[in-house]
């Protein structure tokens, strides 16, 4: 216990000059205006985060290459019935390795799904009526596709349940049933470290009506959920509120909660921290944290760790950052950006701000890190609902992955952790969503690890000091495995994001012709003959 107290204090002590500053890009063309959502997220799957803007006449895309660059296209979507007035969501639901789009507004939800190759997309809208507010994309029953939830402002909130094969059924009603609605904010997150996703819904109702009070849904993991809001001391009276930061504020392994003031009909009961207790409970700590000193209101909140001292804050209206100070106090400090999503764009291992028609870069500083992103094969693409942590000479640090947090954009889906001043990672471990555990031993800091559910990541691996690895990506033909005859093994097998086994061989390892696959996103897995699996994804394209 001494030692974790002192490893505290020696973070806290480095805050003051941990904090970062931002410099603004205004060369991208991006487009800007009040009515547009945004997402700073990997659309096809190249590991690259790229710019999503939408409003109700168009959709465009700036994919990042390489070399830092965007090349945009876009698509006019005039003749959809449903509008992007609100949020937007983004996650893989057919498994094609693209990833899909959810967005509504006033009137409905539209669901844009790409095709086979990330190059074109079909509109899939419903005709019920929904008064839309925050989106996600979660798997709401376990089976190991995504569903799409989204928060009702006037009614039941309504979610569609994935057929398996990337189609959607409607339905209303167990998750948030108020007859008056008032669900703004809704966040997924595995509150009791159980293994599947909870839904904490913050909530906004004038008029004194009780469709204002916050909500805290626990998965009883059969698809159907409970309210556990009083039993877990989560009511928060009239408290109007768009959205809440979940993250493991004091590193003790489970998530608390910040709860954000919108002000909105002439509320003042100030912003709330919530720490979990880690028996189902919470305790309200806000008295004394700086939060009960801020009389800002914003329907925007949410949380990374943006100076990377391996503690996470709190962005509050684009603006205000909060850096933690390691124990349940916060500071704060005005960015002088202005971001509506969170991702690092430039790859420099600092989370960077999307802006209204700007990027504003993260400078940086000298503190440690490491950026994860996930590949599932027996769950969801994308590793939606996975817990992942880190363990160092910190102790432990957790994340859960999530489309769609805060109240109306949508964050990269690559899990970042900053570690400080150490210089080592102990390990990192996966729980997915389908209950497989991956760990990860003594990986490489201030880099990128891509981890495919059930296998070790290939470019880990060093076998008498060279690396084994894959070229070229994307490829049209064959994939070579640069030094495999270093490794004794048994087979490699192709993989399509399906899990459907494309390719096998049992001999000649050092070079696969893929040239048979259709255009799209692959994992090789790499079998040795002593039980190890080893692995790396790939892009497959036409000539």
Known sequence: MKKGLLVAALACSSIATAQVTFTIDNSLSIPSGSHYVRAAVDMNGDYLDDIVCTNSGNITILYQQANGSYTTASMN????PNSADWSLAIGDIDKNGFNDIVYGGGNGVTFMKANATGTAYTEVSFPEYVFSQRSNFVDINNDGHLDAFMCHDV???VYYLNDGSGNLVFNQGGIGDHAEGGNYGSIWVDYDNDGDQDCFI?????GGS?????ELHQNNGDGTFTDVTVAANMTNGFHQAWSAAWNDYDNDGDMDAMIGESGWGG?????KLMRNNGDGTFTDITSGSGWDTWTDISIEHITYDFDNDGFADVLSGGNLIRYNNGDMTFTEVNSGAYGSSVADLNNDGFLDLLGNSSVYYNNGN??????????GLASNYNGIGARVEIYG???????DVRSGDGFANMNSLNVHFGIGTATEIDSVRIIWPSGHIDNVEDPVINTAVTIVEGADPLSLVEVAGKKISLFPNPTTEFIAIENIDLLDVSEIIVYSMKGEKMIARTTDYAKV????????????VIQTKAGERYSEAFVKKNN
């Open 77 to 80: 979507n005039t003749t959809v």
């Open 155 to 157: 009614a039941p909130n």
């Open 202 to 206: 913050a909530k906004c109702r004038g």
């Open 210 to 214: 009780t469709a204002s009070i916050d």
């Open 267 to 271: 509320s003042s009961d100030g912003h």
């Open 366 to 375: 000298s503190n440690n890190w490491i950026k994860i992103q996930l590949k």
């Open 393 to 399: 000479v910190w102790g432990k640090q957790i994340r």
């Open 513 to 524: 012709d893929v040239s048979a696959l259709a255009e799209g996103a692959y994992i090789i």
